[in-house]
T-cell receptor, first 109, second 116 residues
């Protein structure tokens, strides 16, 4: 079983709309969680950390549900430039990053 | 933000040859270096972790004699893929973790290796 699982998508989203997706993690001992963004053939870039109380960064909102072991990301007012693959990341017991395979988002005009 | 360089960005080599990938942290020091690889449409998989001046620790299933890691300084680490085969074709990404108090982990731009 994969440590971090994500719906690969693609999520096709009209420009200006809202899109949300989740990921689940299997290690209940995971302490830290992140969302990364990865563009085609590029390295991942940190989008935001995910805090227990939920947090917002501009149009992006992340939520953590420890009881159900899932993390969510919501993107409001989608822009064309939001088209990317979003990687869900949880740390393992040693603090190493465990990556999901990513959820592809395609924002269309 | 922190700058990480990786060289080469892209390399094509023949089966059986060796390829060295360099990773440099340009404006910070990294005690710990992580090396990942990513196959198409798959997640980044951690290959090994190295601390400056120490031997690398390899993840299960990663051959240490095939993937040689050298972390000789706080700003440079190298990964050498020895006797490369087509199944080694992948996207290799280094990820230095800055020294304290930051501890933040950054990513290099990646090296796309194609073995023919």
């Amino acid at each position: 079983r994969k440590e971090v699982e994500q719906d690969p998508g693609p999520f096709n989203v009209p420009e200006g709309a809202t899109v949300a997706f989740n990921c689940t993690y299997s290690n209940s001992a995971s302490q830290s969680f992140f969302w990364y963004r990865q563009d085609c053939r590029k390295e991942p870039k940190l989008l935001m950390s995910v805090y227990s109380s939920g947090n917002e960064d501009g149009r992006f909102t992340a939520q953590l549900n420890r009881a159900s072991q899932y993390i969510s990301l919501l993107i409001r007012d989608s822009k064309l430039s939001d088209s990317a693959t979003y990687l869900c990341v949880a740390t393992d017991s040693w603090g190493k990053l465990q990556f999901g395979a990513g959820t592809q988002v395609v924002v269309t005009p | 933000g922190a700058v990480v360089s990786q060289h080469p960005s892209r390399v094509i080599c023949k089966s059986g040859t060796s390829v060295k990938i360099e990773c440099r942290s340009l404006d910070f020091q990294a005690t710990t270096m992580f090396w990942y690889r990513q196959f198409p449409k798959q997640s980044l998989m951690l290959m090994a972790t190295s601390n400056e001046g120490s031997k690398a620790t390899y993840e299960q299933g990663v051959e240490k004699d095939k993937f040689l890691i050298n972390h000789a300084s706080l700003t440079l680490s190298t990964l050498t893929v020895t006797s490369a085969h087509p199944e080694d074709s992948s996207f290799y990404i280094c990820s230095p973790r800055a020294t304290r108090p930051s501890n933040e982990q950054y990513f290099g731009p990646g090296t796309r290796l194609t073995v023919t």
